[in-house]
Structure formats: structure tokens, C-alpha cells
């Protein structure tokens, strides 16, 4: 072979590994089950809400006696492993052993979404064997709102295996993707509220400026319509006083003193008839 064409040649080789490499490192997400073309917009549209998450990855412990001892790895979206390609979304780890089990596939994603909550189901795991007919594993993902929190809370709740078909691997873990989006909208009353409040604001600070400024008031006389205002006050006070008293101003008193001096006054006056005539 000549020199140009070996040269073409090696250059072939490099350009091939370089895409197969990009391939490789490139990771792949969840595949909705079925044909792309049937996917629906609402799934689109949960698969992209999570994608916050998809760079997190999530482990819980599981202790059952002597004989159980996984640990459960979870990605959302992603492969657990990115040696393998196994399409593994979650996966089972014996401590004791060291073997790992797939219990769900990201190609083979189903997703649904209520209120407050997103439920992530993947199929198409490893084979139960003698357990639920023998069929493939699946695990369940329940997503639950709580805002301030990007994702925390990652549990396993329960294994149905003793079913003979739909056995299923349920966990649960919080965050605020699975949050309806918050009204920010404004009622009518906050509006009408805002819009009061702002025209007494303008009307005090520019009816104290213009006093002060074009007029050349000081003191009390600066305030906008300082008379109206005192005249109003002065007509409140009044209607204050003449609804709520509870008796007339000028009313006279229901009962007289006892005083010293009364009494002094009153035997003056029984001895008036005792004056010869």
C-alpha cells in the first residue's frame, strides 16, 4: 500500500473511533414504550419537567435479615451504568454477592402525572425467575411535590412479587418538578388595593411639594387641603360624639350633694317660720 492511501486509511480508523466514542459517551434518556410517533405531547412534556433531575443520581439500603442485602441505584432517565449500556434506569445491588439485577429499563418508559405528583414507571427489567410467572421486573417511581427541594427523600415502600402477573418494585422520593406551576396572577381586589394606595401616595407627596415648593407653606399647612381635611376631621368628631354619647351634654345631675355647705343652707330655711311676724 502506498504511503497516501495508508495515510487515508489510518485517518478512516481515527474518524470511525471518534464517532464511536462520541456515541458511547453520549448518554441516552427515557424512550417512551411504544413507537416515537405515538408518544403524546403530555408525555413530552413530563420527560422534559424532569429533566432537572437526570444528572442526580439516587441509593437506598434495604436490610431483610441475613439474606437481603441490596442497595438500589436510580437515575431518572439516564443508565445507572455507563459501561454497561443496559439501558438500566434502576438497578439492584447484592452486598453480599456483589451481583447487580436490572429492575427497570429506560427504554422502556411509561410516565403520568396528577396535581401534585409524577409517577415514573420502568419496564422491562431482568427476569424474576420463580417469582410472578417468571415475567420481567418493573419499578415503580412515585414523585411527590415539595418546593424548596430539587429532589430528596429516595425510598423503596414495598416489593409485589407474590402476584402471579403486574409484580412491581415501588419507591417514592420528594421533589418540586412534580409542583404545579404557582399563580402568580393577581386578584381583582389586590389590583384595586395596589391602585388605591398608589393614588393616595401620589396625591400626598405632590400635594406636599406643590405646598411646599409653589405655594411656600410651613408646618401643618404643607398637607394637601390641610382646611378640608380639619373641617372633615372636625365633622367626624361631631357625629362620633352625637352617635355614641350615651347622654345629652347639658343633662342635669340625678341626684344632689350632701355637701357641708347644703346642709348649712337648708336649716337656714326651716327656721324662716320661726321669725315673730
Same mark, same amino acid.
Request: proline content about 3%; hydrophobic content about 35%; aromatic content about 8%.
Given at each position: ?25 453520549e448518554e441516552r434518556s427515557c424512550d417512551v414504550v ?71 429499563? !429506560? ?46 427523600? %429516595? ?15 415501588? %419507591? ?18 389586590? !389590583? ?12 400626598? !407627596? ?72
Amino acid at each position: 500500500m502506498s504511503p497516501p492511501c495508508h495515510t487515508s486509511a489510518l485517518l478512516l480508523v481515527f474518524m470511525a473511533l471518534a464517532v464511536a466514542g462520541a456515541e458511547q459517551s453520549e448518554e441516552r434518556s427515557c424512550d417512551v414504550v411504544g413507537d416515537e410517533s405515538s408518544e403524546s405531547q403530555m408525555e413530552r412534556a413530563l420527560l422534559k419537567k424532569l429533566e432537572p433531575l437526570s444528572h442526580m443520581r439516587f441509593n437506598v439500603t434495604v436490610e431483610k435479615g441475613k439474606t437481603e442485602n441490596y442497595i438500589y441505584h436510580f437515575r431518572v432517565c439516564r443508565e445507572v451504568s455507563n459501561t454497561s449500556h443496559d439501558f438500566g434506569g434502576l438497578v439492584q445491588t447484592d452486598r453480599q454477592t456483589g451481583k447487580t439485577t436490572v429492575i427497570g429499563r !429506560i427504554n422502556e418508559t411509561q410516565v403520568f402525572n396528577g396535581s401534585d405528583w409524577i409517577m415514573l414507571i420502568y419496564k422491562g427489567g431482568d427476569s424474576y425467575g420463580r417469582h410472578c410467572s417468571g415475567e420481567k421486573r418493573r419499578a415503580v417511581i412515585m414523585i411527590s411535590c415539595k418546593r424548596g427541594v430539587t429532589a430528596s427523600s %429516595f425510598s423503596i415502600i414495598s416489593e409485589e412479587r407474590e402476584k402471579e402477573q403486574e409484580c412491581f418494585y415501588l %419507591f417514592e422520593m420528594d421533589s418540586s418538578v412534580a409542583c404545579p406551576a404557582e399563580n402568580s396572577h393577581l386578584s381583582v381586589g389586590s !389590583i384595586l388595593l395596589i391602585t388605591f394606595v398608589s393614588l393616595i401616595a401620589v396625591y400626598i !407627596i405632590g400635594g406636599f411639594l406643590y405646598q411646599r415648593l409653589i405655594v411656600g407653606a410651613k408646618g401643618m399647612e404643607q398637607i394637601p387641603h390641610f382646611a378640608f381635611w380639619q373641617d372633615l376631621g372636625n365633622l367626624v368628631a361631631d357625629g362620633c360624639d352625637f352617635v355614641c354619647r350615651s347622654k345629652p351634654r347639658n343633662a342635669p345631675a340625678a341626684y344632689r350633694g350632701v355637701g357641708d355647705d347644703q346642709l348649712g343652707e337648708e336649716s337656714e330655711e326651716r327656721d324662716d317660720h320661726l321669725l315673730p311676724m
